[in-house]
């Protein structure tokens, strides 16, 4: 399993920049796509952006352009940097990884047992207008 640990989470004006980030550790070397998911007061949580172990990116539509995901395999390390920051970002922040499930990424030799999402407890941000 991973223990994931998001950082960065504040409270900052609109237009404002915030950059997340959510250090992995545990079995790393299982973790295929990770990803950024919100959750605001009332509302179901979403699907932010997320990256994949080749370095692929999904958006959200309502954040592309303003937010940039990236990852340091080397540091097992996940970011988030968000820009121009609107009131309806507010919401807790939360890191997901993908344990995989068959032979570990990059890692042919290692054979993985998962197939599991793991999540970190969340990072609050606050955008106010």
């Known amino acids: 399993q991973v223990q994931l640990v998001e950082s960065g989470g504040d409270l900052v004006q609109a237009g404002g920049s915030l950059r997340l980030s959510c250090a992995a550790s545990g079995v790393t070397i299982c973790i295929s796509a990770m990803g950024w998911y919100r959750q605001a007061p009332g509302k179901e949580r979403e699907l932010v952006a997320n990256i994949t172990s080749g370095g692929s990116t999904n958006y959200l539509d309502s954040v592309k352009g303003r937010f940039t995901i990236s990852r340091d395999n080397a540091k097992n390390t996940l970011f988030l940097q968000m820009n121009s920051l609107k009131p309806e970002d507010t919401a807790v922040y939360y890191c997901?990884?993908?344990?995989?499930?068959?032979?570990?990424?990059?890692?042919?030799?290692?054979?993985?047992?998962?197939?599991?999402?793991?999540w970190g407890k969340g990072a609050l941000v606050t955008v106010s207008s």
């Open positions: 997901s990884a993908f344990l995989t499930e068959g032979p570990a990424p990059g890692n042919s030799w290692y054979t993985c047992y998962y197939g599991l999402n793991y």
